[in-house]
């Protein structure tokens, strides 16, 4: 598990509009796992919230979706992709809430 | 760059309590280079909101640490590891905030 410092890190959190619901569950990771195919991203990983529970930590949402791209352009393009303007398209009624957090290494 | 599947992924996010304080982003650098040192981490990144801006994205914070861990069990291990205790002694004055999200890969 390597995360080079000069990358750009994408994660994504999901809340489902039904967050009990299994099949929508299994609509949202049938979604990314072909959003996953977009060629500018390095790595990907797909989460659930861990079983930890302390009163900083956030695990209402439904899925972590985390990727490593080679730098913001590599991102930027993944924005506008095909892949990823049909998976918005395909999936987003799925949710209710997102929440992105852009990062890139401090000098 | 590679995110394992089975690996326990560790995000934390801190708002500085003084935000436009370079003394103090310097300090909590300073805390998380040393924290970096606990023996159960796998990989770790230090990062700061990207260039960045839709509505969905949280570009609030003032730093971001993200941790891999091969499991639960080394995460649980870093918690309590005087490393770590050490860091949240000599650095919690600095922020106001913190979000944590704990997620582990999907079956």
């Known amino acids: 598990m ?3 410092k000069n ?3 994408h994660h994504v959190f999901f809340w489902l509009k039904n967050p009990h619901s299994k099949e929508d569950l299994a609509s949202l990771i049938e979604g990314l796992t072909k959003l996953k195919e977009v060629s500018t ?3 990907f990983h797909i989460g659930k919230p861990a079983a930890t529970n302390r009163n900083v ?3 209402g949402y439904s899925l972590s979706w ?3 791209f080679k730098n913001k352009e590599a991102q930027d393009s993944y924005q506008v992709d095909p892949i990823h303007l049909n998976f918005v398209d395909t999936c987003s009624h799925l949710w209710s809430k997102v929440i992105v957090y852009d990062t890139i290494g401090i000098e």
Request: proline share 0%; charged share 20%; glycine share 6%.
């Open 2 to 4: 390597i995360i080079e």
């Open 7 to 9: 990358g750009f890190i």
């Open 41 to 43: 991203i390095e790595s």
């Open 57 to 59: 930590i956030d695990s």
């Open 66 to 68: 985390l990727l490593l």
